[in-house]
Antibody, heavy 120, light 112 residues
Framework: EVKLLESGGGLVQPGGSLRLSCAASGFIFDDYAMSWVRQAPGKGLEWVSAISGVALETHYSDSVRGRFTSSRDTSKNMVYLQMDSLRAEDTAIYYC?????????????WGQGILVTVSS | DIVMTQTPLSSPVILGQPASISCRSSQSLLHRDGNTYLSWHQQRPGQPPRLLIYQISNRFSGVPDRFSGSGAGTDFTLRISRVEAEDVAVYYCMQATQFPHSFGQGTKLDIK
């Protein structure tokens, strides 16, 4: 059974940093790309980033490029999202999502999500 | 960047009746590998999204066969043959043909 468990969310001041983690299990971790998707309160889904299997490639949305960095640790089956220079508009639930393939095309499994609040 | 546009944004339906949601992309979603990476995701109230349909028309594991997808190029449709109470949710189309990936605005399906 595929499981994705996010952690590391919370309240942070504007301009601050936070690192989200996603613990993955139930599949061969290196073989699949992973993604982060966020949802602001009461709003729709926004794709944030993708990282290919074994981290060969990373991609970001225009809204986070240069501020957020995605990485993965094969030895721990973990995916991370380092978020710097946070803004109020980054407030959202962040979901860890698994792709169906190595380079990231279709999604298949979603995590439960973790709330990030950027406020003074 | 590819913009995804869904219609309608809200759809009141009668239990047992069919429902459909349209999704249009600003560019063709046909990838050079020959696949079209258009998927549909369902988000019930208070829950994370879940995958329903991938590559236009393939139902994901455990998805009831009352859900179906169709389309090609830039125009796609999600159909529910007979709406059940558990189908009350927001439905999103998503393109993963080109980075940055993108979602439609979401269509809220509720019971009339």
């Amino acid at each position: 059974e595929v499981k994705l468990l996010e952690s590391g969310g919370g309240l942070v001041q504007p301009g601050g940093s936070l690192r989200l983690s996603c613990a993955a299990s139930g599949f061969i971790f290196d073989d699949y790309a992973m993604s982060w998707v966020r949802q602001a309160p009461g709003k729709g889904l926004e794709w944030v980033s993708a990282i290919s299997g074994v981290a060969l490639e990373t991609h970001y949305s225009d809204s986070v490029r240069g501020r957020f960095t995605s990485s993965r640790d094969t030895s721990k089956n973990m995916v991370y999202l380092q978020m710097d220079s946070l803004r109020a508009e980054d407030t959202a639930i962040y979901y860890c999502v698994k792709y169906r393939g190595f380079y990231g095309k279709d999604f298949d499994y979603w995590g439960q999500g973790i709330l990030v609040t950027v406020s003074s | 960047d590819i913009v995804m546009t869904q219609t309608p944004l809200s759809s009141p339906v009668i239990l047992g009746q069919p429902a459909s949601i349209s999704c249009r992309s600003s560019q063709s979603l046909l990838h050079r590998d020959g696949n079209t990476y258009l998927s549909w995701h369902q988000q019930r109230p208070g829950q994370p999204p879940r995958l329903l349909i991938y590559q236009i028309s393939n139902r994901f594991s455990g998805v009831p066969d009352r859900f179906s997808g169709s389309g090609a190029g830039t125009d796609f449709t999600l159909r529910i043959s007979r709406v059940e109470a558990e189908d009350v949710a927001v439905y999103y189309c998503m393109q993963a043909t080109q980075f940055p990936h993108s979602f439609g605005q979401g269509t809220k399906l509720d019971i009339k």
